[in-house]
């Protein structure tokens, strides 16, 4: 038997396709996932409205546990005064107090951790503190537990112009809870989805582990071309830890999210062998195909190019 749990990230709701939004309620419906990661990025404005309606969304789906972390677009940009004093009070009414909620049972824990400051406008930034607090909790974790920590912003850049998007104290946070051996840090952001090998990131790396990013799953601001998508961690519930990645994309012929691939990580917990370095999962050949497709790329590879 396995376990799924569905990532949903950067929904902004103010830009979703309404198609797009039915469609990935029903594969939810369908999948029955056990729980569901939201990674940052609901609103497109930060709108009460905007909240109203992701709040209708999420309401609509299957009553199983939501974990939810805020996006940059999830603090009122213009509304300077909540932004300063109250910048998740928003929020706070759809998906409580708890920033960084965490789950635990018998085969998984999942951490999720708050990259975003009311004084960065799109970059995402993590303290000190933060990364020991998120390093201490996968340390206690078992070994029979897949370890999953989610931010908004990419510990990991696959473009250049992608650089600048990084979470500001990335490489604090890839050392220590590469250290701590992470399984698997899922993100968002960037609109642009794909697996890499995390470990190749640091010396002597203790055991696998590997970035999981999220394209955005209802919004029209899709990126090269590359439709909507969520991804779905599946797991083994018994014997050895395993999981394999889904990546569900949003299909306008069919009206239906369909899955386009599934990358089986390999989580040894033990040092990984050279050539595990160079693993490229599928639905990156996918990417750099679509890519080759498009004539003209200057826009997209601009030095210093931020992500709203
Ligand atoms: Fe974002």
Redo the contacts with the bound molecule.
Sequence with gaps: MTTAIVQIS?SHFGTEVAPVERALRKMIEELAPSAIIVS??VTQRARNNQFRDARRFFDSLPKVPLLATP???DIPMFALATRLMRPYSHWIKVFGEDLEPALETERVLVQCVNSTRWFRR?H?QISAAQIERVARRIRQAKPEQLRVVVA??PLLAIRESDNNNLLRGHRDAVRAWTDAKVDIVMG???HLPYIRPLHVEVENPPHHCWVVQAGTATSKRVREGIPNSVNVLRFADTGPVHCAVERWDYEAATGCFEQLHSVDLPLTREPPPQAASSLVAPDDVETERRLHDLADLSDLQGEGRA??
């Design positions: 950067d940052g990025d996006g940059n677009h799109k995402g908004h912003h968002g952001h960037i992500f709203e």
